[in-house]
């Protein structure tokens, strides 16, 4: 495949035997993106303007939190403000206007300003630059994966053994291979990724349930085994990677 670039870094996600390779390639586009938005970028005026227009979500903003230099954040954070607070001007002088007319007035035009004027606010609350970028580039490596998985038979085994997907990344897997597969094919990948997926949801569930009998006092003695850190790979099963403190 010629794609070298999007194909070394499925197959690294494929080799890493986690829960979710997509998780794991979306934790490594998350961490770049993170060391970018406060080195790089920070010389980079077409990034600084779109992070100054569309920002960062709650997720993002944590990590970027985390990170030790907080002085980039705060320049970061200190141009996005002067853009929050244009749209929130215009809020404002919305709602001042509002007060001072008649109020039936604007109902009636159905064009109330004030929630016309937020819009921009909501907008800005929704949009994330680094959420944008991994989304774009998952949407790439979905689509390497279906030309992996098709022409590459080493590819296709390491699917075959792989621990399946979060329920997520499954949904999203069926989407592609919708979109990417010609009929035949799309039979026999979803086939394929189904069965794998309840065996794995099983494994995992199975693991979420030994370790409730953990706690019943007659299994108090007995070892440990996989159900130590079924929890864990319970809620990224379930639900996707998630941050863990000690990490
Ligand atoms: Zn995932
Ligand atoms: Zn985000």
């Not at 970061?76 to 929130?88: I, S």
């Not at 035949?184 to 979420?208: P, Q």
């Not at 130590?228 to 403190?245: L, N, Q």
Request: proline letters at 3%.
């Amino acid at each position: 495949m010629k794609e070298t670039i999007y194909t070394i870094p499925v197959n690294e996600a494929f080799d890493d035997l986690s829960e979710c390779p997509f998780c794991y390639m979306v934790k490594k586009l998350e961490d770049e993106g993170v060391e970018y938005a406060l080195g790089a970028a920070m010389m980079e005026p077409d990034y600084r303007v779109l992070s100054n227009e569309k920002g960062y979500c709650n997720k993002h903003f944590g990590m970027l939190f985390k990170k030790p230099n907080k002085l980039s954040l705060a320049l970061v954070m200190d141009t996005h403000f002067d853009e929050l607070r244009k749209k929130l001007s215009e809020v404002s002088k919305s709602s001042r206007q509002y007060a001072d007319t008649k109020h039936g007035f604007f109902k009636r035009e159905k064009q109330d300003p004030i929630q016309n004027a937020k819009k921009s606010i909501d907008q800005c609350n929704r949009s994330c630059i680094i959420c944008e970028k991994v989304d774009d580039t998952i949407e790439r490596y979905i689509r390497v994966f279906f030309g992996l998985w098709e022409n590459d038979n080493e590819f296709r085994r390491k699917v075959e053994t792989s621990k399946g997907f979060c329920l997520p990344h499954f949904s999203k897997l069926l989407d592609g291979a919708k979109k990417y597969l010609g009929s035949s094919k799309y039979a026999e990948f979803c086939k394929m990724i189904c069965e794998k997926e309840e065996a794995e949801l099983e494994r995992v569930h199975n693991d979420v349930h030994n370790f409730t009998l953990k706690f019943d006092y007659r299994n108090h003695s007995s070892k440990w085994g996989t159900e130590k850190d079924g929890p864990v790979r319970g809620v990224e099963k379930i639900a996707g990677y998630i941050i863990k403190d000690n990490k």
